[in-house]
């Protein structure tokens, strides 16, 4: 009897600790803007990375003067996009994209998270939110 009920505290005690690292998962709410409009942009990949626990998408966008910024994206998890029907050949380095993504909070920093990416054909990809709008502020 004194067994078991060791067990069972053990078993309880290593849930609960496992269970802990599961609140340390960010939010998107808290990295990137999600009260103001997405930017969308025409961009050309860099780098795509098909990676847990997030999705890594490299590119070049020219800002309103003409100059090349180098932007992260932050998409969903490969999980959660190959059950949608994507891959790490959805894009490839040189595509060129019109990409829709809500920029980082920390000011200055040329970072974001995925709304969707639109290939260069007009196809549709890699859709993050079902609530992302179909226009952004404008293609810059």
Partial sequence: MRNTSCAAVGMVIGVLALSGSMFA??????????????????????????ANPHIGI???IKD????????SIEGNSPYNW????????TLKVGDEITLTFYRS?????HAGVIAKAVLADGTEVLRF????????????
Avoid: C
Avoid at 30 to 44: C, E, F, M, Q, R
């Fill in 64 to 71: 309103e003067n003409g100059h090349v910024e180098n932007w």
């Fill in 58 to 60: 490299y590119v070049d």
């Fill in 105 to 109: 909070k920390v000011p200055g920093v």
């Fill in 82 to 89: 190959a059950r949608m029907g994507w891959n790490r050949k």
């Fill in 25 to 50: 998962h960010h939010g998107t709410g808290i990295s990137y803007d999600l009260t103001v409009p997405p930017i969308t942009a025409k961009a050309v990949i860099t780098e795509f990375k098909w």
């Fill in 129 to 140: 939110q079902r609530d992302t709008p179909t226009q952004g502020d404008g293609v810059r």
